[in-house]
């Protein structure tokens, strides 16, 4: 079992930046691809961005594409995403995953996830 816990979300204006951390513990997550997902209310939950075991490969959503960054530390076991240039429809419940079997879009394709932390930007 893998257990993740977000951290960083806030409420930031619009052109600001906010990092999410994601913690993660039990088994080991340094083999595993990882992602972050956003759920705005009353819209499903969707795909942001992905990164493979080693980080060296990496993956974006067009809708964030150039002004977000995925990394991960497999040292300290951590996840992270930087976040840039926000805008009003970021706003969402950012969550982090761990599990899929490549770089995967989908919320099936991951079998673990955070508990979520909450991004608002305001206009």
């Known amino acids: 079992q893998v257990q993740l816990v977000e951290s960083g979300g806030g409420l930031v204006q619009a052109g600001g930046s906010l990092r999410l951390s994601c913690a993660a513990s039990?088994?080991?997550?340094?083999?595993?691809?990882m992602g972050w997902f956003r759920q705005a209310p009353g819209k499903e939950r969707e795909f942001v961005a992905c990164?493979?075991?080693?980080?060296?490969?990496?993956y974006y959503a067009d809708s964030v594409k150039g002004r977000f960054t995925i990394s991960r530390d497999n040292a300290k076991s951590t996840l992270s995403l930087q976040m840039n240039s926000l805008k009003p429809e970021d706003t969402a419940v950012y969550y982090c995953?761990?599990?899929?079997?490549?770089?995967?879009?989908?919320?099936?394709?991951?079998?673990?996830w955070g508990q979520g932390t909450q991004v608002t930007v305001s206009s």
């Open positions: 995953a761990a599990g899929a079997q490549g770089l995967r879009v989908g919320v099936k394709e991951y079998a673990y």
């Open positions: 039990g088994r080991t997550v340094s083999n595993v691809y």
């Open positions: 990164i493979s075991w080693s980080g060296g490969i990496t």
